[in-house]
């Protein structure tokens, strides 16, 4: 046991993992409380897997550690667990879970070029947007790297898991039956047998030639730069709705965005009361109008669904960073508003799709560019209909309910 595990941790909760070995049966011998980005190891471990600290922040000295030299602490992770790999064992290898942001951003495009160039990167495992709530809605994925010396693939592996085994809520409420993380787990052992060079066959498993990544100019390793088929019965968002931006000049009235509230676009003032003045600028003559039925979305907090819709026949203003959309001249008799609306909100294929298409390092960004890239289900209008009307009547019902209550006198 003492030559077995190794483990360091730069807080306290070095102890608590200590304790936690002994009371498991002892290998706590070489769990160490310091900082593992300044005490790089080099060549030393056949197997690490890590959950990485995310967007943790990394100083010069620290950076200047690794290479390729990157400030951003997720690359310093990686690096420092790469470096600590054995380079002359063909089965040194590791995983490590990251949030999405190291599949594309920008800062870590250079790594990203590293790490398929030389082939340790074997393949990654795109986990749902909701796998570590309630601690985070953050998108992640392992990547599962592979032994420096062993022979390079031709392609870098995905495997889309759309069920973990839990429900994707706050709860995490265990689900039945055989899940992707499963059937990955007996794919993988496929793999290792012939060590990732053999194609398999699986409907979430996707390949990707290493030299179609590295002529992408960000070396992305987001699985939608690559896969982006339309899904049948589905249309996307860019073949039904056309953005517009029009200045606030009547200096309309200043509406926020937000999932707390259901048609997600409620008066400023309704919603911050007298603490408004202080989260808006009073003159919004810069701002965006959203009139009656357009929508528009929070794009820093739309993975968690910041999407609102105007409902109101009076128009409303919202900050120039949110981008408003209507629906395209000829479909309007075919697309209703509002059903686009509750497809954003509502659909978990959606909602996994914004996720997905949401980058950033700290808060993920939907741009423009790819929130009309978003599928949606392509019902007919009369459907549409239905399910508006049926959304509609709900929400009056318990608007009512809610008036009651607050009217509600004791005789």
């Known amino acids: 046991m003492k030559k077995t595990i190794w483990g360091g941790e730069v807080s306290e909760t070095a102890k608590i993992a200590k304790m936690n070995?002994?009371?498991?049966?002892?290998?706590?011998?070489?769990?160490?409380?310091?900082?593992?980005?300044?005490?790089?190891?080099?060549?030393?471990?056949?197997?690490?897997?890590?959950?990485?600290?995310?967007?943790?922040?990394?100083?010069?000295?620290?950076?200047?550690?690794?290479?390729?030299?990157?400030?951003?602490?997720?690359?310093?992770?990686?690096?420092?667990?790469?470096?600590?790999?054995?380079?002359?064992?063909?089965?040194?290898?590791?995983?490590?879970?990251?949030?999405?942001?190291?599949?594309?951003?920008?800062?870590?495009?250079?790594?990203?070029?590293?790490?398929?160039?030389?082939?340790?990167?074997?393949?990654?495992?795109?986990?749902?947007?909701?796998?570590?709530?309630?601690?985070?809605?953050?998108?992640?994925?392992?990547?599962?790297?592979?032994?420096?010396?062993?022979?390079?693939?031709?392609?870098?592996?995905?495997?889309?898991?759309?069920?973990?085994?839990?429900?994707?809520?706050?709860?995490?409420?265990?689900?039945?039956?055989?899940?992707?993380?499963?059937?990955?787990?007996?794919?993988?052992?496929?793999?290792?047998?012939?060590?990732?060079?053999?194609?398999?066959?699986?409907?979430?498993?996707?390949?990707?030639?290493?030299?179609?990544?590295?002529?992408?100019?960000?070396?992305?390793?987001?699985?939608?730069?690559?896969?982006?088929?339309?899904?049948?019965?589905?249309?996307?968002?860019?073949?039904?709705?056309?953005?517009?931006?029009?200045?606030?000049?009547?200096?309309?009235?200043?509406?926020?965005?937000?999932?707390?509230?259901?048609?997600?676009m409620p008066l400023g003032k309704d919603l911050w009361g007298i603490n408004f003045i202080s989260v808006t600028s009073e003159d919004n003559s810069n701002y965006n109008v959203v009139r009656k039925h357009n929508i528009s979305f929070n794009p820093a907090r739309a993975n968690i669904g910041s999407f609102g819709i105007c409902l109101s026949d009076n128009p409303v203003a919202v900050t120039s960073a949110y981008p408003v959309f209507k629906v395209k001249e000829d479909l309007r008799g075919k697309y209703i508003p509002e059903y686009i609306y509750l497809q954003l909100r509502h659909n978990p294929e959606v909602l996994e799709d914004i996720a997905e298409r949401a980058y950033g390092t700290i808060r993920q960004s939907l741009s423009q560019k790819e929130f009309i890239k978003i599928q949606i289900e392509d019902k007919s209008y009369e459907d549409q209909k239905k399910v508006v009307n049926y959304i509609k009547d709900k929400f009056f019902k318990m608007k009512k309910l809610e008036d009651e209550l607050v009217n509600f006198r004791i005789e």
């Open 21 to 264: 070995m002994i009371l498991s049966g002892d290998g706590h011998s070489n769990i160490i409380q310091h900082d593992s980005f300044s005490n790089p190891v080099e060549g030393k471990y056949n197997v690490v897997i890590s959950n990485i600290p995310f967007n943790m922040d990394v100083s010069e000295e620290q950076a200047q550690l690794y290479f390729p030299i990157i400030k951003k602490g997720n690359a310093v992770s990686i690096l420092h667990i790469l470096k600590a790999l054995k380079r002359e064992s063909v089965k040194s290898r590791a995983a490590i879970i990251v949030p999405d942001a190291v599949l594309n951003d920008s800062s870590m495009s250079t790594l990203r070029e590293l790490i398929v160039k030389n082939g340790q990167l074997r393949g990654i495992v795109s986990l749902p947007s909701k796998v570590f709530m309630p601690y985070t809605e953050a998108k992640t994925s392992i990547l599962i790297f592979g032994s420096e010396c062993a022979a390079k693939t031709e392609d870098v592996f995905i495997f889309k898991v759309k069920n973990d085994g839990y429900t994707l809520t706050t709860r995490r409420r265990p689900l039945p039956g055989i899940n992707d993380l499963d059937e990955f787990i007996a794919l993988h052992e496929e793999m290792l047998k012939n060590d990732y060079s053999i194609r398999l066959d699986h409907d979430n498993l996707f390949y990707i030639p290493r030299d179609k990544i590295l002529r992408n100019p960000n070396k992305s390793l987001l699985l939608s730069q690559y896969f982006d088929a339309l899904k049948e019965g589905y249309i996307r968002l860019e073949s039904i709705l056309e953005p517009i931006k029009e200045k606030n000049v009547e200096q309309y009235p200043t509406a926020s965005i937000t999932k707390s509230e259901f048609w997600g």
